[in-house]
């Protein structure tokens, strides 16, 4: 595997030269600050290049280019922003850049209840609690029919957990749930975010599938010319929460997406801590089973609850058997001869990762640098024992 680390540029805490010093050799990022839908031009592709490789490292994989909601939605300006991801897509190709990460989840990306949720050794995790989940759209957002996607039980728990909660602790529940868009720091208010998920009403999975198979039948001919390839990220966690469908969660969903386009640069990031949330998904069948089409891989860990509920554990604990999935990743880079660039997706926040809060929720150093060197020693263990 190519040892890649995530960095959200100049802004970000965590440094290219600390990057380095974590052991990677590849570097994964995006022109954070150009809006979403608008092109990415040469000059400022060029600019971040340079500053990574001017620390020895590469730009190996882009996350992401973000789709556009109109995108998402086929509707108003679709066809300018497409063109314009087109044109991203061909700018970074000309910077040599030909690895490009995107998802398709409407409105919101990762969704967790708990940004700093306290482990038994005093470092801290992210969590998706399915109760406190009810209870915020049931009784923060108070959304139209929030009721019918959980079960009674869950919806019991949530009215009583509501009803002992402090304000403070209702504010901080809602700023939690509504972070999920890496790479900012600004929190959506309550009522911004009811307006964009009012265009989603009604909906459906086969629309958005329907959607996603248009945007794909335009942008992977272009890929393909530049000897590109795009990588989706699965749907984290892999349910429909908010009333939005959510498309890209299980075995089936991709075997559909690649139906889309026969091409092998329509492929996917294998999360396994996003598709590991799903207990019904096998992960070293999956990697088996879509072996040509998966170019990224964020490797991270979760722990199950039986009501739906998860955090983030370990790299090598856990629900997901990482033992198992490596060795099945390095059978197919074994039999194609590819590199294929990971990255420790998420990390811990440990040691004096605990006293710098400014860095990126889930993206702290020390935390990531100990999921980056046991997934490594994990490698090189397989590795050796197969010699
Ligand atoms: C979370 C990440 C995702 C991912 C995007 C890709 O930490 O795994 O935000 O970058 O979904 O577009």
Not at 234 to 249: A, C, S
């Amino acid at each position: 595997m190519k040892h890649t680390f995530r960095w959200f540029g100049a802004h970000d805490p965590v440094t290219l030269a600390h990057i380095r010093q974590a052991g990677a050799t590849g570097v994964v990022t995006a022109l954070h600050h150009i809006a979403n839908g608008e092109v990415w031009e040469v000059a400022a592709i060029e600019k971040v290049k340079n500053a990574i490789e001017a620390v020895g490292l590469e730009w190996t994989f882009i996350e992401s280019i973000p789709v556009h909601e109109n995108i998402k939605l086929r509707q108003g300006d679709f066809r300018k922003r497409i063109d314009n991801y087109k044109q991203s897509l061909v700018n970074a190709a000309r910077c040599g850049i030909h690895q490009v990460c995107y998802n398709f989840m409407p409105v919101l990306d990762w969704t967790r209840t708990r940004l700093f949720w306290e482990l038994p050794h005093g470092g801290t995790a992210l969590r998706f609690d399915i109760v406190e989940m009810a209870a915020f759209e049931l009784f923060l957002m108070q959304r139209p029919g929030a009721e019918k996607a959980y079960t009674s039980e869950v919806l019991t728990e949530a009215e009583t957990l509501f009803a002992k909660m402090s304000a403070s602790e209702k504010q901080v529940m809602e700023d939690n749930i509504l972070k999920g868009l890496p790479g900012t720091v600004e929190d959506l208010s309550m009522s911004d975010f009811k307006a964009m998920l009012s265009p989603y009403d009604g909906l459906t999975h086969q629309d958005l599938k329907s959607n996603l198979s248009f945007f794909l039948n335009e942008v992977i001919p272009v890929a393909e010319e530049h000897h590109m390839v795009m990588a989706i990220h699965p749907d984290d966690p892999p349910i429909d929460i908010m009333g939005l469908p959510r498309i890209v969660k299980s075995e089936q969903d991709l075997e559909d997406l690649i139906s889309f386009v026969d091409s092998p640069a329509n492929g996917i990031t294998l999360c396994t801590g996003s598709l590991g949330a799903n207990p019904e998904v096998d992960l070293p069948k999956i990697v088996a089973k879509f072996a040509d089409r998966i170019h990224f891989l964020h490797l991270r860990n979760v722990r199950r609850e039986a009501d739906g509920s998860f955090y983030e554990d370990n790299h090598l604990d856990g629900s997901v058997d990482m033992y198992a999935v490596v060795a099945e990743i390095m059978n197919i880079e074994q039999q194609s001869g590819r590199e294929i660039p990971m990255r420790p997706d998420h990390g811990h926040q440990l040691l004096d990762d605990l006293n710098t809060s400014s860095a990126y929720c889930g993206y702290s150093a020390i935390g990531r640098l100990k999921g980056l060197a046991e997934l490594r020693g994990l490698e090189l263990g397989i590795k050796r024992t197969r010699l």
